[in-house]
Nanobody, 115 residues
Framework: QVRLVESGGGLVQPGGSLRLSCAVS????????MGWYRQVPGNQRDMVAR???????KYDDSVAGRFTISGDYRNNTVYLHMHSLKPEDTAVYYC?????????WGRGTLVTVSA
């Protein structure tokens, strides 16, 4: 069974930074891509950032230039470095692993940006 465990969420002031981590139970090379999504209660889950095995990244326009996704392939961990956080970044952030044949999700970690 593939397991994804997010961590690093919490309360941060506007303009602050956080680093989210996603620990994956198997090699990142076995997935076509890894990604971070976020969801506000009552809304759909939207992609924030994605990275392929080749290192190609994509970002939602709302976070481009402020967030960076990276993968530690040695330790099977994916990170989301978040800077210049805004109140509208508040959401539950989910880690996603795409194996093409199946998608896997973590349970989420809450990020709250508030003064």
């Amino acid at each position: 069974q593939v397991r994804l465990v997010e961590s690093g969420g919490g309360l941060v002031q506007p303009g602050g930074s956080l680093r989210l981590s996603c620990a994956v139970s198997r090699s990142l090379f076995t997935f076509a891509a890894m990604g971070w999504y976020r969801q506000v209660p009552g809304n759909q889950r939207d992609m924030v950032a994605r990275i392929t095995t080749a290192g190609v990244t994509k970002y939602d326009d709302s976070v481009a230039g402020r967030f960076t996704i990276s993968g530690d392939y040695r330790n099977n961990t994916v990170y989301l470095h978040m800077h210049s956080l805004k109140p509208e970044d508040t959401a539950v952030y989910y880690c996603n692993a795409d194996s093409v044949s199946r998608n896997y999700w973590g349970r989420g970690t809450l990020v709250t940006v508030s003064a």
